[in-house]
């Protein structure tokens, strides 16, 4: 891409621009949006559900819709997708689970419960076997440290150890390193062990009391899973919630579009808005600003943890800075980030899959065994953690299936030390996939919208709060979303008389799951924006010239976004390649009929393609009866990777419009099948 080009692209633009505005202002009164028929799922679903003015449909069809709704109220009704279906099935395979050594370890670790410590034991036979040409070896380890922030993660060491060596209680994790005794380059085995460590000086009086009432927590997350998508990759995990006890909500909405919305406002209960108005999260010491859940249960007297496990993409680290202050009493990221950058790593659907002897998910797992086996199994006391894995699962769809029998043994783990015995247990996503393959499917919009959201209750709980149960049991076919499940998460904490915990005026109807949802509820009463909002029926419209003008004031507003941004000089101008498809909201009065919006205000979505970088997009917006098109730019999403085209941009926002001028790439418009008939936006 040459300077020339760019200069000539402003020009064409700006020409464009001006063409189109003088249109809209000559076409003021001109509804030429036309309405097609079509055989597209949503619309016909919609006629029947709705359509008592159609003639065959004289009765409203009762309740019973399991087969064909996930939720059908008032005034949500979501449509159930099959995760089997032909079209998915065609595109899907299993993916094997990849081991990332076949040595036998040298080292591993035991812990003696009486003397509530760490003992690192070397396997020597194994050694002997390993290593028949080797006399004698020796190890070492280096302790893993937190420095002053998120962005310091010290090493100290090498330090000699003995046999058995009991790990004094303030080391929260080590790299052990393994060499020949007469030559210290060679390094025989490397690894690296977290620990869950018994905290000093606790009230045990306390803690037996506050267990009698007080549930531990544990939160179970997985990047980037829908409902349907856990059903279809991991089967065996997906059984395993279905035991007595767990719940799925199968109106759970997301609220925005990738991990940091969504987690934030699970975790702080603010709309995005409201904490983005904060501070910058940008700039060091922002995310330490804000009370999250955590804090909660920390004031509550629970322990506090928090794992992720790919310090790349994490949520507090994408483009970020994390914390300054340590979050929680148990944190795993300086352990992570060290062992990511001393350990070899071997990447697998596009992130590193292993760090050093074990897959990258199976630390923050194991971190969760321990917490598990420290204080739910033989120290009691209150817990609330979470425990986020991303890498199998962020950027293939079918990655889940390799590890789904291994996180399936690690939930029989957390079942034989108790963990289902006393617990609440969420198991949960932020949102679907957003981009590749089932993006290109007719389910695609919903794929992206409907994290998965499982909640366990364990007896003593279900039986202490029988109307908890009934809630739930009422929920799982309500509209819910990401703040619903922030307060519920609360809710477990008012119970026991933490006052101000009630939900503030960021979302007024937004309620715990522990108390039934009302069945008139609303994406608005949900804080769900429109964009993301799954309840509504919409129908095709037929590809007007008026369409393919508010598509291009849409490309105008992303340029105008980038512009303004200061983004101009880093971001090529882009252009409407395509309209692919347009489909408009249909509204109904109280009987069921479609009706015109009163004041005009028609809201559209759809879907098409940027020259020159073959982007991909979907946006909703509305009209009003003059014409003029209100979009935010929150509501035009990416559907297609960005790859590394938006390199020279940090911000969320800016990445998914931006391709960088610099460099010559071949952008990628030639891969998207532009005459793609659409798949439903
Ligand atoms: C020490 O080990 C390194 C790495 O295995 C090897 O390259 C080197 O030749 C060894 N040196 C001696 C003296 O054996
Ligand atoms: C982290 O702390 C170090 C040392 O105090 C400081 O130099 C650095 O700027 C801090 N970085 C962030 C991102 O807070
Ligand atoms: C509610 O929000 C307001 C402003 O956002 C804040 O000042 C107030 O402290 C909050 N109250 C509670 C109980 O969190
Ligand atoms: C929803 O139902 C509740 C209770 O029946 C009622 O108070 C409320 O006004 C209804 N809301 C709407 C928007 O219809
Ligand atoms: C972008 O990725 C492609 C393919 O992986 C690579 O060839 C190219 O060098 C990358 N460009 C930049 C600017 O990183």
């Known amino acids: 891409m040459t300077r020339h080009l760019i200069v000539k692209y402003r020009k064409q633009t700006l020409a464009i621009i001006l063409v189109f505005w003088v249109f809209i202002l000559v076409n003021r009164d001109g509804n030429s949006v036309v309405e097609e028929q079509t055989s597209s799922t949503i619309p016909k ?85 390993l290593f028949p040409d080797i006399l004698k070896f020796s190890c ?27 790990v004094p ?15 210290r380059s060679r ?14 000086g606790r009230n045990e009086q306390q803690d037996v009391k506050r267990r009698r009432v007080l549930p531990s927590v544990i939160m179970l997350g997985i990047d980037s899973m829908s409902q349907m998508n856990f059903q279809r990759t991991m089967p065996l995990t997906a059984q395993f919630v279905r035991q007595l006890g767990w719940y799925e909500m199968l109106g759970y909405n997301k609220i925005g579009d990738n991990t940091l919305p969504n987690v934030m406002s699970l975790l702080t209960g603010l709309r995005s808005s409201q904490w983005r108005a904060q501070c910058n999260i940008h700039e060091p010491g922002c995310f330490d600003q804000f009370t999250y859940l955590w ?41 992570i980030f060290m062992i990511q950058n001393t350990l070899n790593t071997v990447k697998h659907f596009g992130y590193e899959y292993c760090l050093g002897r074990r897959q990258s998910f199976r630390y923050v797992f194991n971190y969760c065994l321990q917490l598990v086996q420290r204080f739910v199994h033989e120290s009691p ?41 006393k617990a609440v247990v969420v198991l949960f996503s932020d949102h679907g996939q957003r981009q590749g393959a089932l993006m290109s499917l007719a389910s695609s919009f919903l794929e992206e919208r409907l994290p998965m959201l499982h909640i366990y209750l364990p007896p003593w709980y279900r039986e202490q709060h029988p109307e908890f149960v009934q809630a739930l049991d009422w929920n799982r076919r309500r509209l819910s979303s990401t703040f619903d499940l ?40 949900a804080a769900i924006p429109e964009h993301w909002c799954t309840c509504d029926s919409y129908v095709q419209v037929r590809i007007s010239n008026v369409l393919i003008y508010w598509a291009k004031t849409i490309v105008y507003r992303i340029n105008e976004y980038l512009a303004s941004h200061n983004y101009a000089a ?112």
């Open 45 to 129: 679903l919609s006629t029947i559900f709705h359509g008592k003015s159609s003639t065959e449909q004289t009765t409203v069809k009762p309740l019973s819709t399991d087969k064909d709704f996930n939720v059908f109220d008032h005034r949500c009704k979501i449509p159930r997708t099959d995760p089997f279906s032909s079209d998915v099935m065609s595109i899907f395979k299993t993916e094997k689970f990849k081991e990332c050594t076949d040595e036998p370890d040298l080292v591993s670790v035991l812990y003696d419960g009486m003397q509530r410590q760490y003992i690192v034991h070397v396997h020597e036979s194994v050694f002997a076997d």
């Open 140 to 166: 070492v380890y280096y302790e893993v440290l937190r420095g002053a922030n998120d962005s310091l993660t010290w090493r100290v060491g090498p330090l000699p150890f003995g046999q058995n060596w009991a």
């Open 169 to 183: 209680r303030h080391i929260e994790g080590i790299v052990v390193e393994c060499y020949e005794l007469s030559n």
């Open 187 to 200: 390094i025989l085995q490397r690894d690296a062990f977290s620990f869950i460590q018994y905290p000093d």
């Open 295 to 335: 804090n909660h249960f920390q004031d509550a007297g629970y322990l506090t943890a928090y794992a992720e496990d790919t310090p790349s993409i994490d949520t507090f680290h994408y483009f970020t800075f994390g914390f300054i202050r340590k979050p929680v009493d148990f944190y795993l990221r300086p352990f």
């Open 381 to 421: 006391k209150p817990i609330f953690g979470i425990f986020w894995s991303n890498g199998f699962s962020h950027n293939d769809f079918r990655g889940p299936t390799s590890v789904d029998r291994d996180f399936v043994s690690y939930l029989e783990r957390y079942k034989e030390h108790g963990l289902f015995d």
């Open 486 to 525: 922030h307060l519920t998460l609360k809710h477990l904490l008012v119970l026991q008389g933490q006052s101000g915990l009630k939900f503030n005026s960021s979302c007024a109807k937004c309620q715990s799951l522990f108390e039934p949802l009302p069945v008139n509820r609303s994406c608005e009463d």
């Open 570 to 681: 880093k971001c090529v101008r882009l252009k409407l390649a395509k309209l692919l498809r347009a489909e408009r909201k249909q509204i109904f009065d109280d009987d069921g009929n479609p009706v015109m919006s009163s004041q005009r205000i028609q809201t559209f979505r759809i879907k098409f393609v940027t020259r020159p970088n073959g982007g991909l997009f979907r946006a909703t917006f509305q009209t009003d009866s003059q014409n003029h098109v209100m979009v935010q730019e929150e509501f035009i999403t990416r559907l297609n990777s960005y790859r590394n085209e938006s390199f020279c941009v940090s911000e969320h926002v800016a990445q998914k419009f931006c391709a960088c001028f610099e460099a010559n790439r071949t952008f990628s418009i030639d891969t998207i099948n532009v005459n793609d008939p659409g798949t439903p936006c």
